[in-house]
């Protein structure tokens, strides 16, 4: 899942860009509230985490153009006005969830979860498909039934979007805007080593499930040899 976060107190949004990285979230951090809107406008986020005092533009202002703009990513504030009257505020303008400063590290983790959840988009600990299991608590990929080996954060960020989306091509661009981010200079070739990493890992747990390349487009998961 690729988080935005939208946050201009340098040092805290660094320290939750470490936090969403090692729950295996990939994080794009912005300071400035323009930077926040033209990022969020991308529609690449599964969820966006979003301060309400920014320079240049306010949290409120960037949700109610998102929300005019048809755009239903979900948001969560997290700001230090804490007094009922900002919270209603920023419900009412179409937020899915408001969080005050201080804040529990545990708490924000839960709630971001929760964000997904009301979209319907469930995530399960573990997806399967073909012998091919990918458990992502451990950031493993198994064999059903069989061994196991570790994962990469890239390969793990790799794979599971081949896993959700099952027979269905994935193409590159996709790839490295999910996971590298879209001002990232990642090319092509680094989506090639990290796909060919993860190949080796499959047949090395000598599974039939394949990842079948469409040339010059993406790849796929895809059943048997």
């Not at 990022?39 to 960037?62: E, H, N, R, W």
């Not at 091509?169 to 990642?186: F, L, Y």
């Amino acid at each position: 899942m690729r988080i935005l976060l939208v946050e201009d107190e340098v040092r805290l949004s660094q320290a939750l860009v470490e936090i969403f990285q090692k729950n295996k979230y990939c994080v794009d951090a912005v300071y400035t509230g323009p930077e926040g809107l033209k990022y969020a406008q991308s529609g690449i986020y599964d969820a966006i985490v979003l301060d309400i005092m920014l320079p240049g533009m306010d949290g409120i202002t960037i949700l109610r153009t998102l929300r005019e703009e048809k755009n239903d990513v979900p948001v969560l504030f997290l700001s230090a006005k804490d007094e009922i009257a900002d919270k209603v505020k920023g419900l009412d303008c179409g937020a899915d969830d408001y969080m005050t400063k201080p804040f529990s590290t545990d708490e924000l983790l839960a709630r971001v979860r929760a964000l997904t959840r009301r979209k319907g988009e469930v995530k399960e600990d573990t997806l399967t498909f073909g012998d091919l299991t990918l458990d992502k608590n451990k950031c493993e990929l198994q064999k059903v039934g069989g061994a196991s080996v570790k994962l990469s954060l890239k390969e793990f960020q790799i794979i599971e979007l081949l896993f959700e989306a099952p027979h269905q091509v994935i193409k590159k661009e996709r790839i490295i805007e999910k996971i590298w981010g879209g001002d990232s200079d990642a090319e092509y070739n680094n989506v090639e080593v990290y796909i060919s990493f993860i190949r080796k890992k499959m047949d090395y747990l000598k599974v039939q499930t394949v990842i079948r390349t469409a040339r010059g487009i993406g790849y796929s998961l895809e059943e048997g040899k």
